[in-house]
Structure formats: structure tokens, C-alpha cells
């Protein structure tokens, strides 16, 4: 008989989920697709001001990103609960938080990576400058997972309840909001060739910080859940 | 050293849950010891999935104590010895039944006097190891997790209508499967609403009241 280990488990889990994200791939497509629609109907709402343009592509790229984002945020448990997987997680001998927090990743992974790969792209629809798109993609890199961390709780805290996608929206936009000030901070700040690392920092700090209490906040809700 | 004279595996003691303040079902007594089965008795809304999703866990007792080997139930002491079956089956539709069970094996360990390939031949699902779920009929899905039994250590099985969606031939691999695991030491508790054929003797009741 061989028993799991906790880093076999981490794996099987971090697995389980990509494989999961891959067969279903087609969802995958959609936050991509709006934020390319999105970020593509901005010039043309806007005219050709390249000014204006420039302006605003640190802002527009990151909200966009982060509403779609949103959009994939709901699923994240929604299948796990309703066929029974989220009990047997639950049972497993391993702590729930740190297999939430493997869920996390994946969830991430699928999600994010295809957006901040093509944010450069995106970028420079806008006409952000180039020396601008490296700050974007670190904020980016710091403020996706922030949003997969803090948005997993609330997920947690919904899940179950009807309308759960409305009042998933409305208590994460005050979280939002700080996170994109910083992110568009830094980034309007490296346009204008000014320091840029204090927000980014500030950004890294609350990534910590989310990256160990957000799976436990996560673990706790969904055993509410499971309980009702 | 027979079953009798070692510490219960589980025990239970005016147990009770309650749901918004209403008890759920009536306080229970029972015992069990490794090498035997229980088969909990009542009808529709008696409590019965209820009771086996207290016993595992993801419940909590609401009145009453539950003792795992004599001492007070705690997640930790009996983490990895419980396999619980409950109405959902807790596989993914998107994987086929080989990609569930390596991920089942990932998280409890896994036992290593069989395959694999023989656990989804003595389940029926021969031919059918890489076929999403969702394809598959209701009694397939059920074969796939009773799959599981085959390869997952535990000492205490918690089934909950174990026998549901499956043909004869469905019906006489549960029965089979609860043999062993009996013979093996292990215990189960299952519920079922009728026609358990169970070989290894005559199975302790635990009838459920409203």
C-alpha cells in the first residue's frame, strides 16, 4: 500500500484541474475574446486622438483583463460542489486549504496566462509606449493573482446561494479597487519615465499576504457551504 | 483477538444532528467493530445520508458523541481511514473513470496488490477506462466509483445507497466487494433501501426514526 504525500497530492490535484481546464477549452476562449473585443472598440469609440489613447491603455488593458477575468471567477468551484468532488476533497487527509489553494493555481493558470499573453497585444492596440508593457505585464502578474486569491473566497462565500455571479460582482469591486489603482499607478507612472516600484511593491505585499490567508478564509467558507 | 473484545472502530452515543434547530432524526446508539457491517434502515427523509454524512465528517454532532477507536472524534485521528460513497459520486464527468481513480489515488494513496487495469475489469468497465463520464450510462458512473473500493485504503466504508443504478450483475459486485472488505477487517455502514444480498453474515441494523 503506498500512502500520498502531501507534494504527490499538490501534483495530482494541480493535474486534475488543468486537465479539467483543457477539456473544456472552448470556455477558456471567452475572457480572451472580450477583452480583445473590448480593448478593440475603444478606438473606434474614441477617434484617433493617439493622445487620448496613450493616455488610457494602462488603465483600459487592466481593467479589461481583470473584468474578464470576472467572468471565469464563478466557475471556479460551481462543478466541484455539484458533483459531489468538493465532499471528497473535503475527506481527503491532506489540509483543504492547501488543495483550494493548488485549485487556485490551476484556476489561474487557465485563466490568466492566456490574457497576459496577449496584453502586450492588447497593449499596443492602445499605443501604449514600449517601455511602458514590461510594467504592465509585471502589475499584471501581481494583480491577476490577487483577484484569483481574493475572488476564490468570495466564490467560497457565495457558493450555494442564488444569484451568487451578482453578489460575487458587487462585493468584489471594493477589493478591486485598490488593486487597480496600483497597477494603473505603476504603469502611468513608468510612461511618464517616473519610479514605478513603490506601487508594484505594495502590490507584491498583498499578493503574500492573500497567497497564505486566502486558501485558509477559502477552506473555512466552503466547509459552510458544505455544511448547509 | 475477536471483534468483541477490541475497541469499536465506531461509536456512537445518543447521536443527534440537528438542522435550524429541528433534530434531524431520532438519537442513535450503535456500535461497530473492524469485520462487520451495519445496514441503516428508514424510509425516504428518516435521516439516512444525513447520519452517514455525520459519521465522515462533513457534518458536525449536534448532540450525543461519536468515538472513533474509543477515543472522541477528531478529523485528524481518523484522516485516511474513512471512504466515503455518497449520492454523488464525487468523479468528474469531464475524465474518463482511469483519469478519476489516479486522481483519487493522488490524494488517499492507493492499495498495491492490484492494478488498475483489473480494478476497471472487476467493475465491468473493461473497454471503458478513457471514456468521459458524461458519455457513460448511470450504472457505468456507479461502477467507476465503486471502483474506488478496489483501491483505496481504508478501514471504515460509509455507502450511501451503494446498490443504486446498477444491474444484477451491479448488485452482486457490491455484494462481493463488501464480503472482502468484511473478511479483510475492514467495517462499512451502509444504507440501503432494499436487497442487500450480503454473504458474511447477518448484518447489524440500525433502524432510523424521523
Redesign the interface.
Known amino acids: ?4 504525500s502531501l507534494p ?2 499538490c ?3 494541480l ?2 484541474d488543468l ?2 481546464a483543457w ?2 477549452r472552448g470556455d477558456l476562449a471567452m475572457p480572451v475574446l472580450y477583452a480583445v473585443i473590448v480593448v478593440v472598440l475603444f478606438p473606434f469609440a474614441l477617434g484617433p486622438d493617439l493622445a487620448l489613447l496613450q493616455r488610457i491603455a494602462g488603465g483600459v488593458v487592466l481593467v479589461t483583463v481583470l473584468l474578464a477575468m470576472l467572468l471565469a471567477l464563478d466557475a471556479m468551484f460551481a ?1 466541484d460542489i ?4 468538493l ?8 489540509p483543504l486549504a492547501l ?1 483550494l489553494g493548488m485549485k487556485i493555481l490551476a484556476h489561474w493558470l487557465a485563466t490568466a496566462l492566456p490574457l497576459i499573453v496577449i496584453a502586450p497585444l492588447l497593449a499596443g492596440m492602445l499605443h501604449l509606449p514600449a517601455t511602458a508593457i514590461p510594467v504592465l505585464l509585471l502589475a499584471l502578474l501581481l494583480a491577476t493573482p490577487l483577484l484569483s486569491l481574493l475572488g476564490a473566497v468570495l466564490v467560497a462565500l457565495t457558493a450555494g446561494t442564488r444569484r451568487s455571479g451578482m453578489l460575487l460582482a458587487l462585493m468584489l469591486l471594493p477589493l478591486c479597487v485598490p488593486v487597480v489603482i496600483f497597477a494603473a499607478g505603476a504603469v502611468a507612472a513608468a510612461q511618464e519615465g517616473l519610479p514605478w516600484f513603490a506601487p508594484v511593491a505594495w502590490l507584491g505585499a498583498a499578493l503574500i499576504l492573500c497567497v497564505v490567508l486566502a486558501p485558509l478564509a477559502c477552506a473555512a467558507a466552503l466547509r459552510i457551504a ?2 448547509a | 483477538m475477536t471483534a468483541a473484545t477490541s475497541a469499536p472502530l465506531l461509536e456512537a452515543h445518543r447521536l443527534s444532528f440537528h438542522r435550524q434547530d429541528e433534530p434531524v432524526f431520532a438519537p442513535l446508539d450503535f456500535r461497530l467493530h473492524a469485520g462487520e457491517l451495519a445496514l441503516v434502515e428508514g424510509d425516504n427523509g428518516s435521516g439516512k445520508t444525513t447520519l452517514l454524512r455525520l459519521l ?5 454532532v449536534s448532540e450525543g458523541r461519536l468515538l472513533w477507536r474509543g477515543a472522541p472524534w477528531q478529523r485528524e485521528a481518523c ?2 481511514e ?1 471512504l ?1 460513497l ?10 474518463g473513470p482511469r ?1 478519476n481513480l ?11 496488490d492490484i492494478t488498475m487495469d483489473a480494478v476497471l475489469d472487476e467493475v465491468g468497465l473493461a473497454g471503458y477506462g478513457d471514456e ?1 463520464l458524461r458519455r457513460l450510462s448511470a450504472g457505468q458512473k456507479k461502477r467507476a466509483a465503486l471502483a474506488r473500493l478496489l483501491l483505496q ?1 481504508a478501514a471504515l466504508w460509509l455507502l450511501d445507497e451503494p446498490y443504486a443504478n446498477l444491474d444484477r450483475h451491479g448488485i452482486a459486485l457490491v455484494n462481493r466487494l463488501l464480503e472482502r472488505h468484511v473478511a479483510a477487517g475492514g467495517a462499512v455502514l451502509v444504507s440501503s433501501h432494499g436487497a442487500v444480498g450480503f454473504h458474511g453474515g447477518e448484518p447489524q441494523r440500525i433502524r432510523m426514526h424521523a
Open positions: 500500500m503506498s500512502r500520498a504527490q497530492a501534483a495530482a490535484m493535474r486534475r486537465l479539467l477539456r473544456r462543478s455539484e458533483d459531489g468532488s465532499e471528497q476533497l473535503v475527506l481527503a487527509p491532506q488543495m458544505l455544511d | 465522515a465528517g462533513l457534518l458536525h484522516a485516511g474513512i466515503f455518497g449520492h454523488q459520486l464525487g468523479q468528474k464527468l469531464d475524465l483519469e489516479a486522481f483519487a489515488t493522488g490524494l488517499h494513496g492507493r492499495r498495491d468521459p485504503p
